[in-house]
């Protein structure tokens, strides 16, 4: 499975933007580039996903390398409720059971301040 | 709508007792996984079950666990035996198909200590 590379943790001022960094130098071209958070105490949450091209949603932007070796998650005011371990997870398909299962790293903490 | 659920929130259990974990995927989500998570790691897969049938149980980590999905919505993990290195939050998700693109809804997790 290719790996990913995060800072292990960031810090913020609320309302600020935050660019939270991902490597993946092994990617291959059938990953796609998925992003999670977890809050204190909860379950992993989507944040959003994409293969090539910049996405938006309603929670953050993904900007993604021309050579897909490296993306950034973007959260563009940064809350206290933003304050989670943020995991950037490569997604393909396993051949032979056809599992789309997520191999998580350690993520980025990030904390926002107040 | 209702999110996945799990239960119980915490347990509890002596070395070497009998445990089972549940897991209410989101219904009409077809494709349900448990993972466990240690403190300060990011989550581990264990099992993946598309419809009623474990479609990948590489990530048990030994015979003592196993998990059922009977009718393919709730799913119950079981650990015999259990040791203290068992400790961890154990995590479901489900997800509406299983593919590249279909993001998987987690769970609160349910924590379980062995003494």
């Known amino acids: 499975d290719a790996k990913t590379t995060q800072p292990n943790s960031m810090e913020s001022n609320e309302e600020e933007p935050v660019h939270l960094p991902c490597n993946h130098s092994?990617?291959?071209?059938?990953?796609?580039i998925h992003w999670y958070r977890q809050l204190p105490s909860q379950g992993p949450e989507y944040v959003i996903h994409?293969?090539?091209s910049n996405v938006n949603n309603r929670m953050a932007s993904l900007a993604i390398a021309e050579d897909r070796k490296s993306s950034t998650l973007i959260l563009h005011r940064a809350t206290l409720r933003d304050a989670a371990v943020y995991y950037c997870i490569l997604r393909d398909k396993e051949r032979t059971s056809g599992t789309y299962k997520y191999i998580f790293g350690t993520g980025t903490r990030l904390k926002v301040l107040a | 709508g209702a999110g996945v659920s799990q239960t119980p929130s915490n347990k509890v259990t002596e070395k070497g007792k009998y445990v089972e974990l549940r897991c209410d995927p989101i219904?009409?989500?077809?494709?349900l996984y448990w993972y466990r998570q240690s403190l300060g790691q990011g989550p581990e897969f264990l099992i993946y079950?598309?419809?009623?049938?474990?479609?990948?149980d590489s990530g048990l980590p030994n015979d003592r666990f196993f998990a059922v999905r009977p009718e393919g919505s709730v799913s119950t993990l079981k650990i015999q035996r259990t040791e203290r290195g068992d400790s961890a939050v154990y995590l479901c998700?489900?997800?509406?198909?299983?593919?590249?693109?279909?993001?998987?809804?987690f769970g609160p997790g349910t924590r379980l200590t062995v003494t």
């Open positions: 092994t990617i291959s071209g059938t990953d796609y």
């Open positions: 219904s009409g989500h077809t494709a």
């Open positions: 079950f598309q419809g009623t049938g474990a479609a990948d």
């Open positions: 998700a489900s997800s509406l198909l299983a593919g590249v693109s279909y993001e998987q809804y």
């Open positions: 994409g293969l090539t």
